[in-house]
């Protein structure tokens, strides 16, 4: 006999544990707020990732794959590499985040530092941003975005700390939101690079790509 099917997927689960650390942070994320959150009872959810470690382990092999993937996804909707590269710097965030929510996710990081395995997939998660990021800079180099000299390993480099310690900047004086400092350090960092050609193009969605943006793609 067929068991009863699930009432809510994993990956919603996931998503509504993602929203309540931030609302929570590590000290108050327990179990039975998440269950509450999804209408379940904490013994589903024991019974589906065996502890709250074992959820967050979860969550964050799930963020490494999304990370993997962001590059594509970001790609398909831009017309340019650095457009693309643009929307996975303020996609990593919700556009609403608030600084309480950052601060509780950074301690959830903090968290994740003094466990091997947990910071394992954290830093997976980060190589594979810095695979999407390289993958979208050597593209502009390529399509002419970018000088041709450029470092592209140097300069992933610099892309992540410039866009991680303006979150950091941010959760302190609170300017802004975190998506347009992200976005305000990407741009500082790249200025440098950009040829002049592509210094006046516009960021145009997908949809509305010509003939010559299908033809770079299709190479």
Same mark, same amino acid.
């Given at each position: 006999?067929?068991?009863?099917?699930?009432?809510?997927?994993?990956?919603?689960?996931?998503?509504? !544990?993602?929203?309540?650390?931030?609302?929570?942070?590590?000290? %108050?994320? &327990?179990? #039975?707020? *998440? =269950?509450?959150? /999804?209408?379940?009872?904490?013994?589903?959810?024991?019974?589906?990732?065996?502890?709250?470690?074992?959820?967050?382990?979860?969550?964050?092999?799930?963020?490494?794959?999304?990370?993997?993937t962001a590059a594509d996804q970001a790609r398909e909707r831009h017309a340019s590499p650095l457009a693309a590269l643009g929307a996975l710097?303020?996609?990593?965030?919700?556009?609403?985040?608030?600084?309480?929510?950052?601060?509780?996710?950074?301690?959830?990081?903090?968290?994740?530092?003094?466990?091997?395995?947990?910071? !394992?997939?954290?830093?997976?998660?980060?190589?594979?941003?810095? %695979?999407? &990021?390289? #993958?979208? *800079? =050597?593209?502009? /180099?390529?399509?002419?975005?970018?000088?041709?000299?450029?470092?592209?390993?140097?300069l992933t480099a610099t892309v992540q700390s410039a866009v991680t310690g303006a979150g950091l900047l941010w959760s302190l004086d609170h300017?802004?939101?975190?998506?347009?400092?992200?976005?305000?350090?990407?741009?500082?960092?790249?200025?440098?690079?950009?040829?002049a050609s592509d210094r006046g193009a516009s960021d145009r969605p997908a949809s509305d790509r010509g003939t010559s943006d299908r033809g770079?793609?299709?190479?």
């Open positions: 006999m067929a068991g009863r099917p699930r009432s809510m997927d994993d990956a919603a689960i996931l998503d509504a !544990a993602a929203r309540v650390m931030g609302r929570t942070g590590p000290a %108050r994320f &327990t179990l #039975a707020v *998440l =269950a509450a959150e /999804v209408g379940l009872v904490p013994a589903t959810l024991v019974q589906r990732f065996g502890s709250k470690r074992g959820l967050l382990l979860a969550l964050s092999a799930r963020t490494v794959g999304q990370a993997d710097v303020a996609d990593v965030w919700a556009a609403g985040t608030t600084p309480e929510e950052y601060a509780n996710h950074l301690a959830f990081l903090c968290a994740d530092l003094t466990d091997d395995e947990a910071r !394992a997939r954290a830093l997976a998660a980060h190589r594979a941003q810095d %695979r999407a &990021t390289a #993958a979208l *800079l =050597a593209e502009a /180099v390529t399509t002419g975005e970018l000088r041709g000299d450029t470092d592209v390993t140097a300017r802004a939101t975190l998506t347009v400092r992200r976005r305000e350090a990407l741009d500082a960092v790249l200025a440098p690079y950009r040829t770079v793609r299709e190479r």
